[in-house]
């Protein structure tokens, strides 16, 4: 038996809310009665009740078509049209406002989410709460993990609340969390986020905790407590703005009071903002701890090993032909034996590109230097030996591009500097009265001329090749006046170290060129290799007297630089630098690398500099099987016969898994001398798919460049 029950409204106060109340509720049973009351229908064997896109299954069912409230029991099945799914014992329900309250409950929500509860609450849509229930998005009887919760409050697309959950593997409880917030989209939403775990012999165990704010559209803000184990609790705060899409800043703060007593603390901010006249505006700031945060606790290499912060803030603006950069700049030393003091307090630099003085064939560039320098003259931290001075430099050049054919180029540049200075420095570091310093330059291009070859394949598909050599001849210039004012000189930087200069350089530069044809049927050029070599030759060395024998050294190393990528899976570079006074090699460094496949990548590099530290570094790639890959890179002190860093990861993530994770080992040697340590640590993270992921957070751990780079 089948009854179509509506309800008549009346045309002209029609709404929508209206409009869905007359959409008629079907019922179709074995047995069908109404009831005393007009509108209330029970039902049973076989009921099937449908509403727009909503499907509900029971053995008997009561229901009031006018309101659309109702009870159901027995087998009961509810089915919407986004997947969505349920099967409960007793379910009472609401056709029309899309609620419920489903006993025994087991389904999915969206076909996504599986679930199963003593109680299910439907809100609405995309509204559920669940009390002593289980959540997962795994397919199976016994799921690849689920979360079993007092309560559980789930909002689609936004949201998951969690009260005393605990976390399962396999149906084992591995990590019980008392509250929790879990974000279900991309967008920003404030709330807990999800612990990070990790392990390691200097700090022990770590567990990282924070909270998300999105304060509104434009900033947002993360405040952490990390728990050290052997150091203590480190609070952190990140902030970050976006108010225009002209201004967008970031604000980093972390303070640790270790359990040795020693304090810890970093500050770290960006500022960029592009005003409506042009000029931009970059800052940074970075202050940390006499005892360096960075060398302690960083994961970053070259944070780790740096040698000062760098503060600074800097104004620009850039026409066709000028540009303008205002510089404020402070930088501090992060060794704690020393103090590098050095501050430019403002330098400020107006340049002109070459261009061209009307029809002459001249060209005109420029560029000048207004600074103001402060420099601790003593390294020593417990002495201040403040320097002030302020330096102005204006340097004009001249040039002219001359072809006395059409295979040689001559370019010619002169230039005229002036610089003065507020005070200088003798040799014992006495202050002197300001001076001036003049000074010349000339430089001249010699290019040309240019040979080059097609060879051709004998076969078609390896298309054909141009072999292109390209000599070039460089003499720089600076004539020896105004030595006496040189020597006042407290150097800061290139212009301050200008000094007499008389050098002829010369470089071969050979580079293969491979014709090939794109998918599209598109023919292009590839260079597939360049190979230089080049010298220079110092007459003031040739012509000053030596002052014992084999001490003027006129010529300098021998250069050669080699960068090729012969077939796209294939990298082979190396530079080197020969010694040919000494007879010696001075430096070699090269690089491999081979991608046999889009799933295996290797790399090899070795860069050895004479009196120096010899190292190599590797890195492997490997995506071994489907949702499986494993990384492991390397650098290794060929000196003292140590690996310097070890790193391995595994990764699984599988797209059709409902998890994924990642296994970490990191050892490696950190500090030189008496601050030298060992450390090792061991991150899991775990991503569950559809949720987020709980993780050792973010480690830069990248020793090489990726093969792409090159």
């Not at 409950?105 to 509204?127: N, P």
């Not at 029809?359 to 002495?383: A, H, K, R």
């Not at 054909?464 to 040189?486: G, L, S």
């Not at 998890?659 to 970490?664: A, C, H, P, V």
Request: proline fraction near 4%.
């Amino acid at each position: 038996m089948t009854l179509l029950s509506s309800i008549a409204h009346s045309e002209t106060n029609a709404d929508p809310k209206s409009d869905q109340n007359s959409i008629p509720i079907q019922i179709s049973a074995d047995h069908v009665t109404q009831s005393g009351e007009k509108d209330t229908i029970r039902a049973w064997g076989n009921v099937v009740i449908v509403y727009q896109e909503k499907t509900l299954k029971a053995n008997k069912v009561s229901i009031n078509t006018e309101t659309g409230k109702g009870e159901a029991a027995g087998n009961v099945s509810i089915v919407s049209s986004d997947g969505t799914k349920f099967k409960s014992k007793r379910t009472r329900f609401n056709m029309k406002s899309e609620t419920a309250v489903i006993s025994q409950a087991k389904g999915s929500i969206a076909d996504t989410y599986f679930v199963h509860a003593a109680q299910v609450k439907r809100l609405s849509e995309d509204h559920y709460v669940l009390n002593d229930g289980a959540f997962t998005t795994c397919r199976g009887k016994i799921p690849d993990w689920s979360i079993e919760t007092k309560l559980m409050d789930i909002k689609r697309h936004d949201r998951i609340w969690i009260e005393g959950a605990k976390l399962k593997i396999r149906d084992v409880p591995i990590l019980y969390l008392p509250a929790g917030y879990i974000p279900m989209d991309q967008t920003r939403k404030s709330g807990m986020l999800i612990p990070s775990v990790g392990s390691s012999n200097t700090d022990g165990f770590t567990l990282s905790n924070s909270y998300f704010w999105a304060i509104n559209p434009w900033s947002d803000a993360t405040v952490s407590i990390d728990y050290l184990d052997k150091r203590g609790v480190r609070p952190g705060l990140e902030y970050r703005y976006t108010p225009t899409k002209d201004i967008n800043g970031k604000f980093t703060g972390l303070y640790l009071d270790d359990k040795s007593g020693t304090q810890f603390w970093k500050v770290d901010m960006l500022h960029n903002q592009n005003f409506n006249n042009g000029f931009n505006l970059a800052g940074k700031l970075d202050l940390e701890s006499d005892n360096s945060f960075n060398k302690t606790f960083q994961d970053d290499t070259s944070q780790r090993t740096r040698r000062q912060t760098d503060s600074y803030a800097s104004l620009t603006k850039t026409w066709t032909d000028n540009s303008l950069d205002a510089l404020m700049r402070y930088r501090h030393s992060s060794q704690l034996d020393r103090d590098d003091t050095l501050g430019q307090l403002p330098q400020i630099t107006f340049k002109t590109q070459r261009i061209r003085l009307g029809e002459t064939g001249v060209f005109f560039n420029q560029e000048s230097n207004i600074s103001s320098f402060l420099v601790d003259l003593n390294t020593s931290p417990l002495i201040d030996t403040n320097f002030n001075v302020q330096r102005v430099d204006f340097h004009p050049q001249l040039s002219v591009a001359l072809n006395p054919t059409s295979w040689l180029t001559f370019t010619p540049t002169l230039g005229l500097r002036e610089t003065w200075y507020s005070k200088g420095l003798d040799s014992s570091n006495k202050e002197l009265s300001g001076f001036s310093r003049e000074s010349i330059d000339f430089r001249a291009i010699l290019q040309g001329p240019k040979f080059n070859k097609i060879f051709r394949a004998s076969e078609g598909k390896y298309g054909a090749f141009k072999h292109v050599i390209e000599p070039r001849f460089t003499f720089d210039y600076v004539p020896n006046i105004d030595q006496k004012d040189r020597d006042k000189i407290r150097e800061f930087d290139q212009i301050d170290q200008i000094n007499p200069t008389s050098v002829l350089s010369y470089s071969l530069t050979q580079r293969l060129l491979k014709k090939e044809t794109t998918e599209d049927g598109i023919e292009q050029s590839r260079q597939i290799l360049r190979f230089i070599v080049s010298q220079s030759y110092d007459f003031r060395e040739a012509e000053k007297a030596p002052s014992s024998p084999n001490s003027k050294r006129p010529f300098s190393n021998f250069r050669i630089d080699l960068d090729s990528r012969l077939a796209e899976p294939l990298i082979i570079n190396f530079d080197s630098e020969y010694d040919v006074h000494r007879n010696r090699l001075s430096s070699f460094n090269f690089e491999f690398g081979i991608k046999p496949s889009s799933s295996l990548m290797m790399l090899l590099e070795r860069r050895y500099t004479r009196d120096e530290n010899t190292f190599w570094g590797t890195s492997i790639d490997w995506a071994f099987k489907e949702g499986w890959r494993a990384k492991y890179s390397a650098r290794y002190d060929e000196q003292s016969s140590t690996f310097r860093e070890n790193d391995f990861s595994l990764l699984y993530d599988a797209k059709c898994s409902c998890w994924g994770f990642t296994l970490d080992f990191v050892q490696r040697t950190l500090g030189t001398g008496p601050t030298l340590r060992d450390e090792t640590k061991f991150l899991l993270g775990i991503q569950l798919k559809g949720l987020g992921s709980i993780s050792s957070g973010k480690i830069n751990r990248r020793t090489l460049r990726e093969f792409d780079d090159y």
